[in-house]
């Protein structure tokens, strides 16, 4: 079994945020449920979470390595021949995905997560890139899509047709993960700003990894555009057709938890006024301590009593149209044009 590098797998390289505290705050909504609903959802956290940082060890702690072509040679043979060759079975992951979508389904009635995995194992290989550059504000969604849409798409409890809804919700995510993490990125030397944007607002992406974008009165204007309207007008595109009642229980109580994590994201970006430098030094203070509260409320009781979980206002602002979100769609439409 090929092991993930420590200075990936604990974030010692970001100094910052890491990566368990990233995964606590993911996967607290889970604690007070019961270990056999836990134990799928986070063994499929678990393979996302793994394939990205064998991707990031590769790329940043051991440039040119060979680990994650190996294993996405070995998920190639596997989706393939639907079965599991006696050369790759030290992938411990592939063992699990094996067991869980290959053997014993004839019918093949996994084949929807199958083709999701493979879309997710696909875009890992193209925006796990030491230089990448996104051009537009289409490329951008379309890696959000690929990236986290994917991943939603493969998460269990989930009907066929509720598979490419939750896909809005993967990209509404990873929208917000990548503003979350605009510090970690910049030192990494990954900017997810589309080229044309930082053009039309007259920032350059070597200001915005040098730190130095602070100084430059269009990095605000960039913000808030990004902030403000774009992010809402994504919202809308992607999340307005969803009701969380017509989801199984468990999924209502990941939106609810996730929802608030958003929420968090904003409310301490818009005080640090942009600085994404001074975000990330405060947001993972503000996360244990909301962490620590969360864990003292668990009361292990199932089911999920969905009427104080979900109810509105939080799920109806961030699913449905408020009354702002007509104008903002207009004004981002017209910047969009703009830009294009």
Same mark, same amino acid.
Do not use: C, N, T, Y
């Given at each position: 079994m090929m092991k993930i590098s420590k200075e990936v797998a604990s974030s010692e390289y970001d100094a910052i945020s890491n990566d368990a505290l990233k995964d606590q705050d993911n996967g607290i909504w889970l604690a007070d449920l019961p270990k056999s609903i836990q134990s799928v959802w986070l063994e499929r956290f678990y393979w996302i979470r793994w394939v990205d940082r064998l991707a990031e060890q590769d790329q940043l702690v051991q440039p040119g390595g060979k680990q994650f072509p190996a294993f996405y040679i070995a998920w190639q043979r596997l989706r393939q021949q639907r079965y599991l060759s006696t050369s790759d079975q030290a992938w411990v992951v592939l063992q699990q995905i094996d067991a869980c979508w290959f053997q014993?389904?004839?019918?093949?009635?996994?084949? $929807?997560?199958i083709d999701a995995w493979d879309c997710y194992m696909e875009a890992i290989v193209d925006y796990h890139q030491p230089t990448l550059t996104i051009t537009t504000l289409q490329d951008y969604e379309d890696m959000l899509e690929r990236l986290a849409g994917a991943c939603f798409r493969l998460l269990p409890f989930l009907e066929d047709h509720q598979r490419q809804i939750v896909n809005g919700f993967g990209v509404v995510d990873q929208f917000y993960n990548n503003l979350r993490d605009l510090y970690e990125d910049s030192r990494r030397g990954v900017c997810y700003f589309p080229k044309i944007l930082l053009d039309h607002f007259g920032v350059t992406r070597q200001e915005i990894l040098g730190l130095s974008c602070f100084k430059n009165p269009g990095y605000i204007q960039l913000m808030e555009f990004w902030v403000e309207s774009y992010l809402a007008q994504l919202r809308q595109q992607n999340l307005s057709l969803?009701?969380?009642?017509?989801?199984?229980? $468990?999924?209502?109580?990941?939106?609810?938890?996730?929802?608030?994590r958003y929420t968090r994201v904003e409310e301490v970006m818009r005080a640090c006024q942009y600085n994404f430098v001074t975000f990330a030094s405060r947001y993972w203070? $503000?996360?244990k301590q909301d962490l620590k509260q969360q864990m003292s409320r668990v009361n292990h009781s199932f089911p999920i009593q969905t009427q104080t979980v979900i109810e509105a206002p939080n799920l109806a602002v961030f699913f449905k149209r408020h009354p702002t979100a007509s104008r903002t769609s207009l004004k981002t439409d017209a910047l969009v044009r703009a830009i294009s």
């Open positions: 014993g389904d004839p019918d093949r009635l996994h084949q $929807v997560e969803i009701s969380a009642k017509d989801f199984h229980p $468990v999924w209502q109580h990941l939106m609810a938890w996730f929802i608030h203070q $503000v996360v």
